[in-house]
């Protein structure tokens, strides 16, 4: 291994401990607010959409049904916020020569990763013994969907992480186009379940494909037919790539002190 | 050896471009220390950066041929939420060297007290700055920017600061910006003046203080 490669690691392990410090180390109650966060949430909406509904579009569990479709949604945007935010809340670090912008990032979606796959093992193990059986989890669908979570996530991180430096507005315009994502989704019905032409807008959306995938990890009766892999990973891959480009051509940008 | 081969930085402000340095080179061989002079604004600083490899020239490069620290000054190279401590490990990670030796090395230097398993955001600049020189000395450099800091702290300390750092100079060099032309006749055997994107080499110390204070009475 080179000297330069090695150094990498160095540093990178060093920002994982300052990140798991800061994130959750100071306060005892930090791990658990990792995973009270999702679960109250998906306890929520499947109070009130069991008041509203007599049964989910799939299977007969409203909890399962939340789970599998919020936690898809949030391994993409914990993601975006977390990478996106990661040279900004280590810029002081930033002023070692030897840590770059790009330690930070890899950093925080190691971290991020990590903390995904927990609380998803815990959600799914908490469902599975308390609320239904998970008979047949076809891993490969939620690995594979994931991964594409993860990697379009870090993508878009990266490039927010210099054009929310750049410009406000269009930090401002992201969140406002972001808000409603949530909704669109997929996150509470399916789209199948949407007529045409809206079905078609709604499948533009990347993040939808991931939800289907997946779902079809979970259920293994569900299809997901509109998912359109190859799209999804091209659609991944070259965010990545644009984000990997964007923030080594202002690197500089990222160092400078605000 | 830190060799600066035809090195251009430059700020836009509006339509007006403010350079740092325009199409500078210049080698600063071992064995010598270089006090940096040039009136507020110049862009000392921003040199000492590029000279550690934080930013970037927007044309030419730097070379390093040596381990060259970070510019150790108020600026701030620690995580505020984590505690004196915490940020001594972070960097004794970094740079590859023992993490418990080097904070008891600090703990013990910093003279911070309880304070040392505090947040840092807390700490006063001249505990940061006293941290940070801990820190910086407790690791072997060749070259050691220093970025107005060594004046910090009591009589005391800054005696033992002195010592510490006359020490280090038998086997490394210094690279320091200073308002106070005393620390650069005491640290410095050479001088470089920083004038509207030029540098000026002096080989003797009270001529560089001297041509840097006749730019400063023309304007």
């Keep these: ?258 | 050896m830190i060799r600066l081969e035809r090195v251009t930085k430059g700020f836009k402000s509006g339509r007006t471009t403010h350079y740092v340095v325009r199409d500078v080179s210049y080698t600063i061989e071992r064995g010598q220390s270089i006090g940096l002079l040039g009136r507020n604004g110049a862009g000392k600083s921003t040199l000492l950066r590029l000279i550690a490899g934080i930013i970037q020239p927007d044309k030419g490069r730097v070379r390093r041929e040596a381990k060259v620290s970070w510019p150790l000054g108020f600026a701030g190279s620690f995580a505020g939420s984590l505690t004196g401590e915490q940020n001594v490990r972070f960097v004794a990670r970094i740079y590859g060297v023992d993490t418990e030796e080097l904070t008891e090395y600090v703990e013990e230097f910093a003279e911070l007290g309880d304070q040392f398993r505090k947040p840092v955001s807390g700490y006063s600049s001249g505990m940061k700055a006293r941290l940070a020189f801990g820190i910086s000395m407790g690791i072997q450099f060749d070259y050691y920017l220093i970025d107005e800091t060594l004046a910090v702290g009591d009589v005391n300390f800054k005696r033992k600061c002195q010592e510490v750092f006359t020490d280090k100079l038998s086997n490394s060099d210094v690279i320091m910006v200073s308002h106070q032309t005393s620390a650069i006749r005491n640290y410095c055997d050479r001088a470089l003046v920083l004038e509207d994107g030029k540098l000026t080499f002096f080989e003797n110390i009270e001529e560089a203080i001297e041509f840097h204070n006749r730019t400063l009475s023309i304007r």
């Excluded at chain 1, 002081?92 to 950093?107: E, M, Q």
């Excluded at chain 1, 989704?185 to 709604?202: A, K, N, T």
């Design chain 1, 1 to 258: 291994m080179s000297a330069a490669l090695r150094t990498h690691f160095r540093v990178i392990a060093a920002l994982v401990i300052r990140e798991m410090t800061t994130r959750y180390g100071n306060k005892i109650g930090g791990y658990i607010w990792a995973i009270v966060d999702p679960v109250a949430f998906i306890a929520l909406m499947s109070i009130v959409f069991s008041a509203i509904a007599h049964s989910p579009p799939i299977g007969r569990s409203f909890v399962l049904f939340y789970a599998s479709g919020y936690m898809a949604f949030w391994i993409y945007r914990s993601m975006t916020d977390q990478v996106s935010q990661a040279a900004k809340s280590n810029r002081a670090l930033l002023n070692y020569p030897i840590v770059s912008p790009f330690d930070t990032f890899v950093a925080r979606a190691a971290l991020q990763g990590g903390t995904q796959l927990a609380v998803c093992v815990l959600i799914f193990s908490g469902i599975a013994v308390f609320i239904t059986p998970l008979h047949s989890l076809d891993f490969q669908s939620l690995i594979t969907a994931s991964l594409v979570a993860i990697t379009l996530g870090v993508g878009i991180g990266m490039l927010n992480s210099v054009l929310f430096r750049m410009s406000e507005v269009y930090q401002q315009v992201f969140n406002i186009i972001n808000r409603p994502l949530f909704i669109v989704s997929g996150v509470f019905f399916l789209p199948e379940s949407i007529p045409h032409p809206y079905q078609d807008y709604l499948l533009w959306n990347p993040v939808s494909h991931i939800i289907g995938w997946f779902r079809r990890g979970i259920y293994p009766s569900y299809r997901a037919a509109f998912v359109d892999e190859a799209w999804l990973i091209g659609i991944a891959i070259a965010a990545l790539f644009t984000g990997l480009l964007i923030t080594s051509a202002f690197k500089a940008k990222l160092r400078e002190v605000a």
